[in-house]
Nanobody, 124 residues
Framework: EVQLVESGGGLVQAGGSLRLSCAAS????????IGWFRQAPGKEREGLSC????????YYKDSVKGRFTISSDNAKNTMYLQMRRLKPEDTAVYYC?????????????????WGQGTQVTVSS
């Protein structure tokens, strides 16, 4: 059974940091694009960042570029999202995801696998 399990969410003050983790089981990251999405209340889910399974290139949404860093440890089958200088508008449920082609021509595509989500709340 394929599973992606996020952890590391919580409540943090504006300007603070959090690191999200996503542990995968039932498949390996090799060859998959892996990434992070989020959904804020009343808004559509949006792609934030991903790592290409083909060449390791990373991509970031403009609003998180320079503040968030995506990484992975393929030996542990775990991906991470380091979030710094958090803002109240970063408050959302954060999801990790994996897919054969997650990001193409500047747009995110529907992943093959989703995590269950972890809540991040940034207080002002």
């Amino acid at each position: 059974e394929v599973q992606l399990v996020e952890s590391g969410g919580g409540l943090v003050q504006a300007g603070g940091s959090l690191r999200l983790s996503c542990a995968a089981s039932g498949f390996t990251f090799d060859g998959y694009d892996i990434g992070w999405f989020r959904q804020a209340p009343g808004k559509e889910r949006e792609g934030l960042s991903c790592i290409s399974g083909r060449d390791g290139s990373t991509y970031y949404k403009d609003s998180v570029k320079g503040r968030f860093t995506i990484s992975s440890d393929n030996a542990k089958n775990t991906m991470y999202l380091q979030m710094r200088r958090l803002k109240p508008e970063d408050t959302a449920v954060y999801y990790c995801a994996a897919g054969a082609s997650l990001f193409h021509s500047g747009r995110y595509k529907e992943p093959d696998y989703w995590g269950q989500g972890t809540q991040v709340t940034v207080s002002s």
